[in-house]
């Protein structure tokens, strides 16, 4: 029994390390954006869920933004003007 145990919790470590890799961004221009739904969609037509519709408090229609996102389920957003500079700074 306690090998079995072992072994679900490694697949279970292991699956969400793959789930982590999976994650892929994207950025866009938003079109509308519903913080109580928690649904984002950019000008391109691309519609994000998030489970924590918070995460979208203060941005607007026509702003610049980046999504961290597995399929249609967002995960983060950000600003990606920000996000190039501080990769910039080596």
């Known amino acids: ?3 079995l ?5 490694s697949v279970a470590f292991l699956a969400s390390g793959a789930a982590a890799i999976a994650a892929e961004q994207t950025e ?10 928690g649904t984002l969609t950019l000008q391109d037509g691309q519609t994000f869920n998030f489970a924590n519709g ?11 933004v980046g999504v961290a996102h597995q399929g249609t389920e967002g995960l983060g957003a950000f600003n990606p003007s920000r ?8």
């Not at 145990?5 to 919790?9: G, R, Y």
């Not at 866009?28 to 739904?37: E, K, P, R």
């Not at 996000?83 to 080596?90: F, K």
């Open 5 to 9: 145990i072992l072994a679900a919790a």
């Open 28 to 37: 866009g221009t938003v079109s509308s954006v519903n913080a109580s739904t």
């Open 1 to 3: 029994m306690r090998n």
């Open 54 to 64: 918070k995460q979208l408090l203060g941005i607007l229609p026509g702003q610049s």
């Open 83 to 90: 996000a190039r500079a501080d990769n910039s700074n080596g």
